[in-house]
């Protein structure tokens, strides 16, 4: 066992000394006051939430919850957004969103076809990990100026 840990960290040792101290920054900044920054990580948290909730009762084949969990976020999402928070959204983020929203109001019909379920539910997945690769939230003071 221990053998075996000394060569996993000889290994990987490597790897950790060229690894720089923080990676650039090289995704597109949208920049938000504190308010709509607030907002999107907890719109973000929730989806996240939503999915693994998701998962959980397609394993126990329990559809009809999945379609209302899908129906619950996009209902938070369309009642608690700020104003005026689109016009903040560069064009490529919005279209990412609305590939997005379009497999959630999918998600949000209900079907007992599990196999469909997964295969939106990747879909939906897809559009996340694509827009995460593109845009980052800089961070906002509480004031709500920018810090570069
Ligand atoms: C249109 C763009 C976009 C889409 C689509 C998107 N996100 Fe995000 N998400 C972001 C941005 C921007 C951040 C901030 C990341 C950063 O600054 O590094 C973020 C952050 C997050 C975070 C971190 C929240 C926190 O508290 O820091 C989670 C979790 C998350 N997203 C989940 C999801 C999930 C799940 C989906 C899909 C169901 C999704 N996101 C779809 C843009 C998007």
């Given at each position: 066992?221990?053998?075996t840990?000394?060569l996993?960290?000889?290994?990987?040792?490597?790897l950790?000394?060229?690894?720089?101290?923080?990676a650039?920054?090289?995704?597109?900044?949208?920049?938000?006051n504190?308010?709509?920054?607030?907002?999107?990580?907890?719109y973000?948290?929730r989806?996240?939430?939503?999915?693994?909730?998701?998962?959980g009762?397609?394993?126990?084949?329990?559809?009809?919850?999945?379609?209302?969990?899908?129906?619950?976020?996009?209902?938070?999402?369309?009642?608690?957004?700020?104003?005026?928070?689109?016009?903040?959204?560069?064009?490529?983020?919005?279209?990412m969103?609305?590939?997005?929203?379009a497999s959630?109001?999918?998600?949000?019909?209900?079907?007992?076809?599990?196999?469909?379920?997964?295969?939106?539910?990747?879909?939906?997945?897809?559009?996340?990990n694509?827009?995460?690769?593109v845009?980052?939230?800089?961070?906002?003071?509480p004031g709500?100026?920018?810090?570069e």
């Open positions: 066992m221990k053998k840990f000394f996993c960290a000889l290994s990987i040792s490597p950790l000394m060229s690894a720089p101290a923080q650039e920054e090289t995704r597109e900044a949208v920049r938000l504190e308010q709509q920054h607030d907002w999107v990580l907890e973000m948290r989806m996240l939430e939503t999915v693994s909730d998701m998962q009762h397609l394993a126990t084949g329990n559809t009809e919850k999945v379609a209302e969990q899908a129906t619950s976020v996009r209902s938070f999402a369309r009642n608690t957004k700020p104003r005026g928070i689109g016009k903040q959204f560069p064009a490529g983020f919005k279209s969103a609305r590939q997005m929203n959630w109001t999918e998600l949000a019909t209900p079907t007992d076809d599990a196999a469909q379920i997964s295969a939106t539910t990747q879909k939906l997945l897809n559009s996340c694509a827009c995460h690769r845009y980052y939230l800089p961070p906002v003071t709500g100026a920018l810090i």
